[in-house]
């Protein structure tokens, strides 16, 4: 029977508990699900995103966009970053068009009042964006990406070498929360933490960082559910070797994965 969140599989997580490591603005609507779904959310976040503090520097890019052709936001976050640098408001322009890398940063943009103009058709990364035909032809053209401090720089390398001119706009950077990680701890020594949930590289390499060395293997023991097939590798050099990978980054999928770790069905 198809997965469906809404009835029969209602409380099927039991009482199982999942480690929910989203930042604390995005942890919400997983918890939710897990709740509803009878399972237990541990909140803990292991990354913080905040606001660059050259927000003076981020307003007056966004304020003279007339030479940019396309400008590309990388996340939700990313988008709402630059917002609030800049007053609440990115201002339009004729020759500026907008693309985001996946849904959620298209409705994070929708929500703006911004544009969509390209999305990519299979996928939610930067690879997929590169795929779309309107992308392989850039030569001369100047691209304006904008993300947070350190992100991938695959997308940038690619389009210059097509031949376009590509500048970043930090807007925001991601920093490791100062939390008391006792309680969680605790969970991970009594082997009752069933599942740990993780959308980013960043996200579980704090992770290790804020347990320590101590704990890491038994940490490396709990199922991890992660959203692609990068945070994948990387959770396998890290000693993890019960992983699953989601078929998306929604939280729906996050949580059916979640439900097959717990339930093996």
């Given amino acids: 029977m198809p997965f469906c969140k809404h009835c029969c599989l209602n409380k099927i997580l039991n009482g199982a508990r999942i480690l929910v490591t989203r930042p604390v603005h995005q942890a919400e609507k997983l918890s939710r699900l897990i709740e509803e779904s009878g399972g237990i959310a541990v909140r803990f ?3 913080e995103i905040v606001a660059r503090a050259d927000s003076e520097q981020i307003k007056l890019t966004l304020e003279n966009l007339d030479r940019c052709h396309w400008l590309i936001f990388i996340s939700a976050n990313a988008v709402n970053f630059a ?3 800049n007053s609440g408001k990115i201002p339009s322009s004729k020759s500026v068009r907008f693309a985001a890398v996946g ?3 298209a409705q994070a943009m929708r929500n703006a009042g911004l544009p969509v103009d390209l999305l990519p058709e299979n996928g939610y990364n930067s690879e997929a964006l590169l795929e779309m035909p309107v992308l392989q032809q850039v030569e001369g053209q100047n691209i304006l990406i904008v993300r947070g401090v350190g992100g991938r720089d695959q997308l940038a390398t690619i389009l210059r070498s097509r031949g376009a001119n590509v500048d970043y706009l930090d807007v925001y950077k991601r920093i490791v929360p100062q939390s008391d990680n006792a309680v969680v701890v605790k969970l991970i020594t009594q082997q009752s933490l069933d599942v740990i949930t993780v959308t980013s590289a960043e996200a579980l390499q704090n992770l290790m ?3 320590g060395e101590k704990n890491h293997k038994l940490l ?3 199922p991890l559910v992660v959203v ?3 945070i994948r590798c990387i959770a396998a050099d890290l000693g993890f070797n019960r992983i699953s990978v989601t078929n998306n980054p929604f939280d729906t999928a996050i949580l059916e994965q979640v439900i097959t770790c717990v339930t093996g069905e």
């Fill in 83 to 85: 917002l609030k640098a």
């Fill in 220 to 222: 490396s023991l709990i």
């Fill in 209 to 211: 960082l804020m347990f």
């Fill in 228 to 230: 692609s097939d990068r």
């Fill in 45 to 47: 976040p292991t990354l």
């Fill in 103 to 105: 849904q959620s940063t």
